[in-house]
């Protein structure tokens, strides 16, 4: 008589999970191969078969129609149109605001998609594996509660494939928020729409009515479980293949409706994509060397097509257990504050509730991280990049062979195949990734241009290398979610004064400190991510712990080594930023200045061969490097009309620069 | 001009007696068939019965069960033949054969027949811990003429409520601690002399009407070390004098609401206040908890019928000086006392409003595609404020509920007939069956009136859907609340517990509030092993202007468990909680006790709390009213 349980990974509040503690002991699903089926039977048929998926049980059936007349006519619309002034005026603004905004699902557009995809993918992708089981437990989640997938994002394949994963498993499909910037894609934006895609703003802070016409869009399609929300907790791809720090507005958003009591509960699933090799590569690394972003138009699409006559390996789709947000909240927050005022009315939500959204966007993104399933392309390129003169092909096979037992006992989830032998397993990875690393005499390295082609400046040839390096780090950033505690551990271990516990934490925290908008390091939980590090560098016995102290082991060596020298280009990094700012002569330094002058300025040292790390080029980690300064009140930001500048403290910078360079 | 307006007010008298008298004869002759009648549900004592009629003697386990709900001969059972039946002659029900009875509770609960927990069947007296008497308090008791007993089937007759696990606790034949002494005071001055004597000797008293306390009110405190009083109004049963000028009336605490109302009626008037349990409770519980009555909207609930009331304290009486209709006098008295529930004093005395007997009553019935339209209905009634005199939304599994307590069909007809009406709503009008919910309701008033007021109540109901069921569902429907209470104890017969309890919610939240209440009941029950999802189910009972009454029956297969009560009283935990989290109150009707006492601050604020322990602290300083409730 009960349905089969639904497990729920629901994790406790302020303490870390025993799953989260000891990654390595958890238990992953089988992935499956959805293309080979379709590599079968007739795309035709898939796209035209009978789709009938289950939906909430609490369903009010609803038309897209009659969806936007519930928006228009909530209370909540209604009470913020009477704030914001003339009614009629408002009220017309309002409905042209939520038809830019809504998505126009369409049954018949699902088709074409899933026509169309069905062809892309086999063409672009050896296979899709996903985890069936994952998908089962999505199914029975829809039908519990309202759902909200929470994809990982590193390409535009992502909600693409979401959606035709969700088709080909017959679950409903899930609206999506989307950057407003595809709208400008003429065809291809109205057929985005028609699949469920919706398009929101990229900024509206102050814009009042767009936030109530949004927010009551979201909540109205969740409190009916009209469809499964989809969105990007990271808010934009990653283009360097680590996750981005979490956004919370949205998340907000959708966990709303179970404060106020709308609905029993809410499921937040995370989904983890992963790539073999992304379709944007060298588009990130250009990106984030300063190449602007091209604009999304439907003929830049269409002359990306010889992008399909590429091998871009295997995709792998993992589904997470559903998140309960009741039990997230469970003793948390008090959801009787909402009692005094009527729901509809808009309400900054308490401390308690704050906090509890902002963690669980951090968690979300960490349970993401950690069932991204990783290749073993990421571990030889990590090597690769630390060893920039290259390795003889035996030595790199053997090291991979060592980081592989290494990132399996820290619990990657590691897709190595058993049977094989190491050396196809690197080859295999060196073949598909050969536009980035090279084999020539038996020797690898990275496939970077050593003297300057016809007609290229210095200049140009930095800016290739960089490229390269840039490329290459996409693929070890995937990885180092699995060794940042330990490594920022390693490092702080060298640096600290003596071997005495507290005294190394004092390192650990300040480099945790320094790295938190760099990596996914959950606010507040720098104690547990320091019992985590010496657990894991405990368990592979590179260091051993007594109550009040904590040393390196015998044979612990090359394992701190190894993760020392995973932090380096990220303390180069942040110590160029660092100088950068320090000799910064002007005095109001404009925001949106400082990308640009930081590069010039690392590339200057680059040129005088002061600076070997090419890291230190990309803007990702120059803006986290500053956000972390301003954390660290080195940097003010001073808000002059329209334009934001930096107000440098220069003796906070110059020490924060000589601490760094101790470590 | 005195005598003519006396004429004149006596003819207009005669009149309206007259017209009582019509309304009764024309429902008889059109009844026949029908026997459609509000005290048809209830009781049926009959009429020729002396004005002094006591219904509860001071003997109670004579008629009534020690274990389990209501008068002894009347029962729930599954016969040889598995059918289920209603024992005795008192209700409309007694003796009637329930043929589907059995497959709702087995396909409901999970349930077999085979596996029956009985109840012990005799008090077990020397189980009863001996009396802590102090014998001089005894002996001037005696002195001042005051009945009193330490008769051990007495005295844990009145140790309990009806909670779940009291009840629970006697079947298995479990005795917790008990009064020492139970006294039967016959009128206000031997209360005095009562309270005079406990203060004297410092003894702690516990007052006792009805006995069908719900939240754990009639407990003796554990911690309790002096001797315990129970205080049984029982005796104080008269209607001191009608005031037909003022349409008031002035009654001992002590009666219970079916002699109250059946000796009122015998004059042409009634006071309309009919709780569920009106068979058994007392004016003075209803006054201690600030009872509500099914007939609210027409009648007022006790705060609004109340024009007087006399309570002896420690401290000494507490009354008014006049029977104005309305004081601004600071804040009003009254308040101190309805809701204290045995905390401060006695009640003894209620002056009340009355009405004339309404000529006509209907009942009706309307059937909405789902819960979500009924809600929307009764919002629109309430807004429109035409309630009738008792609306009620039951969800889809309590009007399934419903259903299993039909009687069997006697013809072939009747049964073609209810085989029609269920293919024209689900079949014709595409009602999902597992959706749809019906409201019952009640008229009350003149012919004519009633006949209005039905037709504009329908015609609200069809903008949401809703189709007029009949008079004999809406009927049933108010049976049922009679009846449910005889039914806990036939489930407990079979490894099945549960208990009723209920909220007030402003009309936004009262969706929300049913079906996250709902779900979290079933998830508890998941959560802590119960084998069999629960029936957890709910209706609205009440409307207001602002808000709405909402009522939830919670029961569960508790085979397989080993602590059933310990998981139970966790569930209601959990739900209580829910409710507090969606915006609903501690209480609407059953009041705090000492069941829900742990939430009080949190409902009223630690300064509301403070002003209520402060007046506990004047007017009772050495805890005489130790029951140990609300605060």
Not at chain 1, 360 to 375: K, S, T
Not at chain 1, 497 to 508: L, P, Q
Not at chain 2, 65 to 94: I, M, V
Request: glycine share 8%; net charge positive.
């Amino acid at each position: 008589p009960w349905r089969p349980p639904s497990r729920h990974a629901a994790f406790s509040g302020s303490t870390t999970s025993p799953d989260l503690r000891h990654p390595g002991l958890k238990k992953r699903d089988e992935l499956e191969d959805m293309l080979e089926e379709r590599r079968r039977s007739s795309d035709a048929r898939h796209a035209l078969r009978c789709y009938a998926p289950a939906v909430y049980k609490g369903l009010a059936p609803r038309e897209v129609s009659a969806l936007r007349g519930a928006v228009l006519q909530s209370d909540a619309l209604q009470h913020v149109i009477g704030q914001v002034s003339r009614r009629e005026l408002v009220q017309e603004e309002a409905a042209h605001l939520l038809d830019e905004m809504a998505h126009r699902l369409r049954l018949g557009t699902v088709r074409f998609f899933a026509y169309v995809l069905s062809k892309v993918f086999k063409t672009l992708f050896r296979s899709v594996r996903v985890n069936e089981e994952g998908v089962q437990r999505l199914q029975q989640a829809i039908q519990d509660h309202p759902v909200v997938l929470l994809p990982s994002h590193r390409s535009y394949m992502d909600f693409l494939m979401m959606s035709y994963i969700l088709y080909t498993y017959d679950l409903a499909l899930p609206v999506i928020a989307a950057g407003m910037d595809f709208m400008s894609m003429k065809v291809v934006g109205e057929m985005l729409r028609m699949s469920g895609a919706f398009f929101i703003r990229r900024s509206f802070g102050g814009d009042k009515l767009y936030w109530a016409v949004f927010s009551e869009y979201v909540k109205t399609m969740l409190r009916t479980g009209y469809a499964p929300i989809e969105f990007f907790l990271e808010g934009t791809r990653s283009r360097t293949g680590k996750s981005l720090t979490p956004k919370t507005g949205l998340l907000n958003i959708v966990m709303e409706p179970f404060f106020k009591g709308e609905v029993f509960d809410i499921h937040l699933v995370p989904v983890s994509i992963s790539y073999d090799r992304i379709l944007e590569e060298s588009l990130y690394a250009r990106e984030l060397l300063g190449v602007p972003k091209p604009k999304e138009t439907t003929s830049g699409l269409l002359k990306a097509r010889q992008i399909l006559r590429e091998d871009y390996g295997v995709m792998h789709v993992y589904f997470g257990h559903p998140v309960s947000v009741r039990s997230l909240a469970q003793g948390r927050v008090k959801r009787s504050q909402y009692n005094l005022v009527p729901r509809h009315i808009p309400q900054r939500p308490c401390l308690a509730a704050q906090a509890l959204v902002g963690e669980a966007a951090f968690r979300l993104v960490r349970l993401q991280e950690q069932a991204m399933v990783l290749r073993p392309w990421t571990l030889v390129a990590t090597l690769l990049l630390q060893n920039p003169d290259g390795m003889d092909l035996p030595v790199l096979e053997e090291q991979a062979a060592w980081l592989r037992r290494l990132a399996l006992s820290f619990g990657a989830f590691l897709d190595w195949p058993d049977c094989k032998p190491c050396r196809e397993v690197v080859g295999a990875g060196l073949a598909l990734h050969k536009n980035l690393a090279r084999v020539s005499g038996g020797r690898v390295r990275l496939a970077v241009a050593e003297t300057p082609g016809v007609g290229q400046t210095a200049e140009e040839l930095a800016f290739d290398r960089a490229v390269g390096v840039l490329s290459c780090a996409s693929y070890r950033n995937q990885i180092l979610h699995v060794f940042i505690r330990p490594a920022l551990l390693s490092v702080a271990l060298r640096t600290a004064n003596s071997s005495r516990k507290d005294e190394v934490y004092t390192c650990f925290n300040f480099l945790w400190t320094v790295f938190s908008n760099e990596f996914i390091l959950c606010p507040g939980a720098s104690v547990q991510d320091f019992e985590e590090a010496c657990y894991l560098l405990g368990k592979c016995c590179a260091v051993q712990e007594s109550q009040q102290d904590i040393v390196m082991s015998e044979g612990g060596h090359a394992t701190l080594a190894f993760l020392r020298a995973l932090l380096d280009p990220f303390l180069q990094g942040y110590q160029v930023v660092c100088q950068y700012l320090c000799k910064e002569t002007e005095e109001n330094l404009r925001e949106n200045k400082f990308v640009p002058a930081a590069r010039n300025f690392a590339l200057q040292l680059i040129l005088a061969g002061t600076l070997k790390c090419y890291e230190a080029l990309s803007s990702d980690l120059q803006k986290n490097a500053l956000a972390a300064l301003v954390q660290l009140e080195a940097v003010t930001k001073v808000k002059v009309g329209d334009q934001v500048t930096l107000k440098v403290n220069r003796r906070a910078a110059s020490s924060l620069e000589d601490m760094l360079g101790t470590f | 001009m005195a005598s003519n307006t006396d004429i004149s007010e006596r003819q207009r008298i005669a009149a309206r007696r007259l017209r009582v008298v019509a309304g009764h004869l024309q429902k008889c002759v059109q009844g026949e068939g029908a026997g459609v009648s509000a005290q048809a549900c209830k009781t049926e004592t009959p009429r020729s019965s002396p004005a002094k009629a006591t219904s509860v003697p001071k003997r109670r386990q004579d008629i009534m069960k020690w274990n389990g709900w209501g008068y002894s001969d009347s029962r729930f059972l599954f016969n040889k033949k598995g059918q289920g039946e209603f024992t005795g002659k008192r209700y409309r029900l007694s003796g009637m054969i329930l043929p589907s009875l059995k497959d709702w509770f087995e396909a409901t609960f999970g349930t077999s027949l085979q596996h029956k927990t009985p109840a012990t069947p005799t008090l077990n007296v020397s189980a009863v811990p001996p009396p802590n008497l102090v014998e001089p308090f005894v002996e001037e008791l005696k002195v001042a003429g005051v009945a009193a007993s330490h008769d051990p089937e007495g005295r844990v007759f009145r140790s309990h409520g009806h909670c779940l696990h009291e009840i629970f606790a006697l079947r298995e034949g479990r005795i917790g601690r008990v009064p020492d002494l139970v006294v039967w005071p016959n009128c206000h001055n031997d209360v005095v002399k009562i309270v005079e004597l406990a203060c004297k000797y410092n003894v702690c008293l516990m007052p006792y009407g009805g006995g069908t306390s719900v939240s754990s009110a009639l407990e003796c405190p554990l911690e309790e070390t002096r001797s315990v009083v129970s205080l049984d109004t029982s005796q104080m049963n008269r209607i001191l004098w009608i005031d037909e000028k003022n349409l008031t009336v002035h009654v001992e605490a002590g009666i219970i609401g079916q002699d109250l109302e059946r000796q009122l009626n015998e004059s042409g008037y009634c006071t309309g206040h009919e709780p569920d349990s009106m068979e058994f409770s007392s004016l003075g519980g209803w006054v201690a908890t600030r009872a509500s009555g099914m007939k609210k909207n027409i009648y007022g609930n006790i705060e609004d019928l109340v024009v007087h009331i006399k309570m002896v304290t420690p401290r000494g009486v507490i009354e008014k000086s006049c029977q104005g209709p309305r004081m601004s006098t600071g804040p009003d008295i009254h308040h101190f006392i309805m809701g204290s529930e045995g905390t401060l004093g006695v009640v003894t005395e209620v002056t009340m409003k009355i009405r004339p007997l309404p000529e006509y009553q209907k009942y009706g019935s309307i059937v909405f595609p789902n819960f979500q339209q009924g809600v929307s209905c009764l919002r629109e009634v309430a807004r429109q404020r035409c309630a009738p005199a008792s609306i009620r939304l039951m969800d889809n599994e309590q009007f399934q509920f419903g259903h299993a307590l039909k009687p069997q069909v006697s013809s072939i007809f009747t049964s073609f007939l209810d085989g029609l009406k269920k293919f024209y709503i689900t079949k014709f009008k595409g009602f999902e069956p597992h959706h749809l919910c019906v409201a019952t309701l009640l008229f009350e008033g003149d012919r004519e009136k009633v006949l209005q007021h039905e037709k504009q109540v329908y015609d609200i109901a069809a903008k949401f859907g809703g189709l007029a069921a009949g008079e004999d569902n809406g009927q049933r429907g108010y049976m049922l609340t009679f009846v449910i209470a005889y039914l806990r104890d036939l489930g407990m017969d079979y490894y099945v517990i549960g208990e009723s309890f209920e909220t007030s919610v402003p009309w936004d939240r009262v969706l929300d509030l049913c079906r996250n209440v709902k779900e979290r009941i079933v998830r508890e029950c998941k959560e802590r092993g119960v084998q069999f999802p629960p029936f957890s189910t709910c209706r609205v009972t009440q409307t207001y202007d602002a808000g709405a009454c909402v009522y939830f029956y919670f029961a569960f297969n508790y085979r397989g468990l080993a602590d059933p009560l310990h998981v139970y009283e966790r569930v209601e935990h959990e739900a209580r909680e829910e409710i507090l989290a969606n915006g609903g109150s501690l209480s609407h009707h059953h009041g705090v006790g000492k069941l829900r006492k742990e939430w009080m601050r949190e409902a009223v604020s630690t300064v509301g709390l403070g002003m209520l322990q402060s007046v506990k602290e004047y007017v009772d300083p050495n805890n005489i009213f130790g029951n140990r409730n609300l605060l």
